[in-house]
């Protein structure tokens, strides 16, 4: 389970035990911080608290905070500066500005409609974003009472400042849905009358899933590490005494050949696909089957040349390829990282996709100017 899972989960089991609570978002972050929009903590009246906001030092001041939001059942947008001591002498990371959106959450009230749905997507495994606006004009705070629920298949629910800005809303969000790793963000928007609005968007997507054909002895960390990192991960290879629970206890097992893949697997644009059968003909129908597919990512284990033997092969079968589907093929596999067994190599191949589905290229951070990407703060609402 994520941690913004564990916290919504938290958040409900209070509200069945009759308990009051707020729920602290990050909603918005200047220079560096450990945390990034969208990290979420959820207290309870008795002080107890689910998730992490920081990276330990700002918890314990933000459950005394929300002792009074619950309180007062009002919400507070909360500006911690991070100085240079603060940073280093408690750990947190790096430093700038973090603004929190802190809300009270009732124990015997309806959620608003729009939260309510968001969490059951998140709890369905679907992507959705909630945009809610947190305030008007910089520093102000609003009840969250406006908000509005876009999903990925395009159902709408709630409502913001206007039709104007709910159209603007779901234009917003649909671009997030469209992005593999899409980040929560919060933006001031210019309204026509010279005010503004600042208006939070949360989006959570399914985590990516991992595909693995092939289930020889250096499958197996790549499988391992997979699960490690909380991805469901699926390991293809009909070979019963390879593809085992006790060789791969946290995969899912397909024993199936290649005639059986269109039926049994299932490779959507969060699909990153690691072909290491160390078997020809078996790597071959494996790309024969991705490289169509709207995977993001297919890593093919093995050097260069005998990747062109297998493409040769696929095209003297009739098979072919467009320049958009062949990108997606990375071969060698891997970051360069200079690995040299069997679980280098599957850190290697798993800083790989994490970097292709963030967007980054790697390489260390050293030589990197900053090191979270950025984006504007200011649009206008037409």
């Not at 979420?40 to 906001?53: A, C, P, R, S």
């Not at 002895?217 to 499988?223: E, K, L, R, S, Y």
Request: a negative charge.
């Amino acid at each position: 389970m994520r941690e913004n899972e564990a916290v919504l989960l938290a958040l409900q089991e209070a509200r069945k035990a009759g308990k009051k609570g707020a729920l602290a978002t990050v909603v918005k972050v200047k220079g560096s911080a450990y945390r990034r929009e969208g990290a979420k903590m959820f207290i309870d009246e008795t002080g107890h608290y689910v998730g992490l906001i920081s990276g330990g030092c700002l918890e314990s001041d933000v459950a005394e905070v929300a002792q009074a939001v619950i309180c007062d059942n009002k919400a507070m947008l909360k500006r911690y500066e991070l100085d240079e001591d603060l940073v280093w002498g408690l750990g947190l990371g790096c430093p700038g500005t973090v603004d929190l959106f802190i809300e009270p959450i009732a124990a015997d009230k309806e959620l608003h409609p729009a939260f309510s749905k968001w969490t059951q997507d998140i709890q369905k495994g679907e992507a959705a974003v909630l945009c809610t606006v947190i305030g008007r004009n910089e520093n102000t705070c609003d009840s969250a009472s406006r908000r509005l629920v876009i999903t990925e298949q395009g159902q709408v629910a709630g409502s913001l400042e206007n039709a104007g800005i709910n159209r603007y809303a779901e234009k917003w969000a649909k671009e997030l849905l469209q992005q593999q790793n899409p980040r929560s963000s919060c933006q001031s928007i210019l309204l026509e009358d010279g005010t503004s609005i600042n208006l939070f968007l949360d989006v959570v997507v399914p985590l990516p899933s991992i595909l693995i054909f092939g289930a020889g002895n250096d499958a197996i960390p790549v499988a391992r590490l997979s699960a490690t990192l909380g991805l469901p991960t699926t390991v293809v290879d009909p070979r019963p005494g390879y593809n085992t629970s006790e060789r791969f206890p946290q995969a899912t097992r397909l024993l199936i050949d290649s005639e059986k893949y269109a039926q049994q697997l299932s490779v959507g644009k969060r699909s990153y696909v690691v072909i290491m059968n160390h078997h020809m003909e078996r790597d071959q129908e494996a790309l024969r089957f991705a490289l169509p597919s709207q995977a993001a990512y297919i890593g093919l284990l093995g050097p260069r040349s005998r990747r062109e033997r297998i493409m040769e092969a696929l095209e003297k079968t009739g098979s072919s390829f467009t320049v958009r589907q062949l990108a997606r093929l990375c071969n060698p596999i891997g970051l360069d990282i200079g690995a040299d067994n069997a679980e280098e190599i599957a850190v290697s191949i798993l800083a790989e996709i994490i970097a292709k589905r963030t967007g980054h290229e790697g390489g260390l951070l050293r030589d990197k100017a900053q090191i979270h990407q950025t984006d504007s703060h200011c649009r206008l609402a037409l």
